[in-house]
């Protein structure tokens, strides 16, 4: 199968990017189906006016189209994450989405799972893509596929500002420094929580550390309880 991100003007289309999306036989007690591997990619993406940025995995790069046709890229040396089993097991117990009526119904652990149907070997960092009023790009990325841990800033001419310290992963904006953003929990749901950018990222700043140093005039801070 074949995802596809398309961009239609009047009787023109144009495909902007493919994934493909490979089905196997998976085998449980209950059932004998088609499935996609644990991780199997999608396409991320996200757009203000007839711009349109897209992740280009399973590397840091997302690829900036404006009217269907390519401009720039906004990269980073970030390394693709590695899959092992364990992963990909917590994946399925902390976010189980397509899989979740099927463990219930058929009263199989993650590991079966797992076992049964496989999972990607290499996953892109990136886990979702935003742009704020001010058309900054947001990238939320993590470490482990599991957990958002990080987002990186960029302007809208594509110069890295910062990373922030994440707790979720940012979905609207309400202001150019107020946001919602979406933190998943171990039982499968998510909660939302409002923050509030303090100080700005400057323009050609070093990519900080990701053992939690902050940019130095950037933080987050909670303007509701969590």
């Given amino acids: 199968m074949e995802q596809r991100l398309v961009t239609r003007t009047g009787e023109r289309t144009t495909i902007l990017h493919e994934v493909p999306l490979e ?20 396409v991320i993406w996200t757009s203000r006016g007839d711009t349109v940025y897209v992740l280009k995995g399973p590397e840091y790069r997302i690829d900036l189209y404006a009217n269907g046709r390519p401009v720039s890229s906004f990269r980073r040396a970030v ?5 092992t089993d364990e992963l990909a097991v917590a994946g399925l117990q902390s976010s189980p989405g397509p899989y979740e009526s099927l463990m219930r119904r058929c ?40 957990s958002p841990e990080w987002v990186d800033i960029w302007s809208a001419r594509g110069e890295y500002q910062g990373t922030l310290e994440a707790p979720g992963i940012p979905v609207a904006f309400l202001s150019n420094s107020v946001f919602v953003s ?12 409002l923050y509030e950018l303090r100080g ?7 990519p900080t550390s990701e053992n939690g140093t902050r940019h130095a005039e950037t933080g987050l801070r909670s303007r509701l309880p969590q």
């Fill in 107 to 146: 009263g199989v652990t993650a590991e079966q799972v797992v076992a049964a149907i496989g999972h990607e070997e290499v996953v892109s960092p990136v886990q979702r893509i935003v742009v704020d009023p001010e058309g900054r790009l947001w990238v939320a990325r993590s470490s482990d596929v599991v």
């Fill in 23 to 42: 089905l196997d036989m998976m085998e449980l007690p209950c059932i004998s189906t088609p499935a996609p591997k644990v991780f199997a990619p999608s």
């Fill in 182 to 193: 979406l933190r998943p929990e171990e039982t499968g749901g998510a909660t939302a929580s």
């Fill in 200 to 206: 700005r990222a400057g323009g050609n700043a070093e």
């Fill in 79 to 83: 390394n693709p994450i590695r899959v």
